[in-house]
C-alpha cells in the first residue's frame, strides 16, 4: 500500500463528547467478555457504565449496542471453542440475552439509571412499519431517561436476514433515531494509514472529513474470534452513520473508563458528518422519497406549518393515494400547490376518517387511541414560498 498522508481542512475542529446531546454507544463482545473463562468483565462495565452516567447527568440521550450474548450463552451451555453452527449460535444466544440484559440493568441501577432491552433484527431498521415502531420504543424510553441496551436478536435471525455485525447495526440505529455521534469501541484507538499489528510505519488518524476510497482501503480484518467485525465494518458503519447527520468516533474500548480517556486527551478517530440529523433527514424526505399520496390542506394550517407546528388532522380538508403510516405524502394548499412533503402518521384509510376533525375526536372516530398529528413537524419538510425546486426548511 502506498503511504498516504490525510489530513483534514483547518478550518474543521476536533469535536467534543460533551457537544453531542443523543449519542449511541457501540460495545463489542471482545471487551464485555474475557475470552479465556467466557465471563462478563465486571469491573470494565462498571467503569464504563460510570461515563455513560456522567453524559446522562449533564442531558446527552444515551443508546447501547450491546454485543456480547452468544459469547456469554455458550458458555452457559458449554459449548466447546470454535465457530457454532446457525442452531448453536441461536440457542447461545437465547440463552445469553438473559445474562446480558441483567449485568446492564444491574449495572446501569447503581446510578439510578433504568435498562430496556430492544432486540432487533435487519428487518426492523430496513422495513418502514417495523423501523416505525422500533423507532417509537426508543424515543419514549429516552423520553422516560431510560437507556435503551440494543443487541441484533440473535435467537431468530438467520445468516440472510441478520446484519453479522454489531457496527452497522449501531449506524442503523444511529440514523434511526437521529443521533448526532455514534461511538465505537474497539480493540483499537481508530482508524490508521495502515493496520497497525503488521506495520510499524502505520500511522493514527485523528480526523477523517469524508469517508473516500483511499480511506476505505486503509481498513484490516477482524482482530478478534469474538468479535465478528474488522475496520472494514467500522468504515462501512462510518459511511451509514455520517451520511444520516451523525458524527461517529472509534476509540480503544479495552482501557478502563474509554470514554473518560477521550475526554482526557486519549486517542481516537472522528468521522465527520457533512450535516446534521435534522438536515439528513429532511432532506432524505425531501428528495430521495417518492410520495405515495396527497394531503390537500386549509389556509390556517399552511400558516401553522410556516410556524413550525405539526400537522394535525383538523387541517386536512382532503387526500389522494393508497399509503400506509410511514410513507411519504405530498402536502398541498388550497390552489394545489406543493409546499411540504413529509411521512404520513396514519394509513390512508383511517387518515381518510379524520381528516378535518380534533384531535380529541380521533379515539372516538378510529375506535383507539391514535396519534394527536397527522404529520409530525420532525417528519415534515416545508418548501419555500414560489419556491418549486425541493429544498430543505428547518421547522423544529
Known amino acids: 500500500m502506498t503511504d498516504v498522508v490525510v489530513t483534514s481542512p483547518a478550518s474543521l475542529r476536533v469535536p467534543e463528547l460533551g457537544q453531542f446531546r443523543r449519542i449511541v454507544i457501540k460495545v463489542g463482545s471482545s471487551l464485555l467478555v474475557d475470552r479465556e473463562r467466557g465471563r462478563l468483565k465486571r469491573n470494565w462495565l462498571s467503569a464504563l457504565v460510570q461515563d455513560i452516567a456522567r453524559l446522562h447527568e449533564k442531558g446527552a440521550e444515551v443508546i447501547v449496542v450491546s ?17 457454532l453452527k446457525l442452531e448453536e449460535s441461536q440457542a447461545a444466544a437465547a440463552v445469553g440475552q438473559i445474562a446480558l440484559a441483567r449485568r446492564w440493568t444491574e449495572a446501569l441501577a447503581v446510578h439510578e439509571i433504568i435498562a430496556g432491552q430492544i432486540l432487533l433484527t435487519f428487518s426492523d431498521t430496513e422495513k418502514r412499519r417495523r423501523y416505525l415502531h422500533a423507532r417509537a420504543t426508543i424515543g419514549k424510553l429516552l423520553e422516560l431517561k431510560a437507556i435503551p441496551i440494543i443487541n441484533e436478536n440473535d435467537s431468530v435471525a438467520t445468516s440472510e436476514i441478520r446484519y453479522g455485525d454489531n457496527d452497522r447495526l449501531a449506524a442503523r440505529v444511529a440514523t434511526m433515531v437521529g443521533a448526532d455521534l455514534l461511538i465505537l469501541l474497539s480493540d483499537v484507538d481508530g482508524l490508521y494509514t495502515a493496520p497497525p499489528g503488521g506495520n510499524p510505519h502505520a500511522r493514527h488518524i485523528p480526523m477523517v472529513a469524508k469517508i473516500t476510497p483511499e480511506i476505505e482501503a486503509m481498513a484490516g480484518g477482524a482482530a478478534s474470534e469474538l468479535s ?36 482526557n486527551g486519549g486517542l481516537c478517530t472522528w468521522f465527520l458528518s457533512p450535516s446534521n440529523p435534522v438536515t439528513a433527514r429532511k432532506k432524505w424526505i425531501a428528495g430521495t422519497l417518492q410520495p405515495l399520496g396527497v394531503l390537500h390542506v386549509d389556509a390556517g394550517a399552511e400558516r401553522a406549518l410556516r410556524r413550525g407546528a405539526s400537522l394535525l388532522p383538523a387541517g386536512v380538508k382532503r387526500l389522494e393515494g393508497n399509503f400506509h403510516r410511514g410513507d411519504a405524502v405530498s402536502v398541498r394548499d388550497q390552489d394545489g400547490r406543493e409546499i411540504g412533503r413529509g411521512l404520513i402518521g396514519y394509513d390512508a384509510d383511517e387518515a381518510a376518517m379524520i381528516a378535518g376533525h380534533a384531535t380529541q375526536d380521533i379515539e372516538q372516530i378510529l375506535g383507539h387511541g391514535g396519534r394527536a398529528t397527522m404529520v409530525h413537524r420532525d417528519d415534515l419538510v416545508l418548501f419555500a414560498h414560489d419556491d418549486f425546486e425541493i429544498g430543505v426548511k428547518d421547522n423544529v
Open 228 to 263: 465478528r467485525g474488522g475496520m472494514r465494518t467500522k468504515v462501512e458503519a462510518g459511511k451509514i452513520a455520517t451520511a444520516g447527520g451523525a458524527c461517529m468516533m472509534i476509540t480503544d474500548g479495552r482501557v478502563d473508563s474509554p470514554l473518560g480517556a477521550v475526554m
Open 67 to 83: 454485543s456480547g450474548a452468544i459469547a456469554l450463552g455458550r458458555t452457559v451451555l458449554q459449548f466447546p471453542p470454535g465457530s
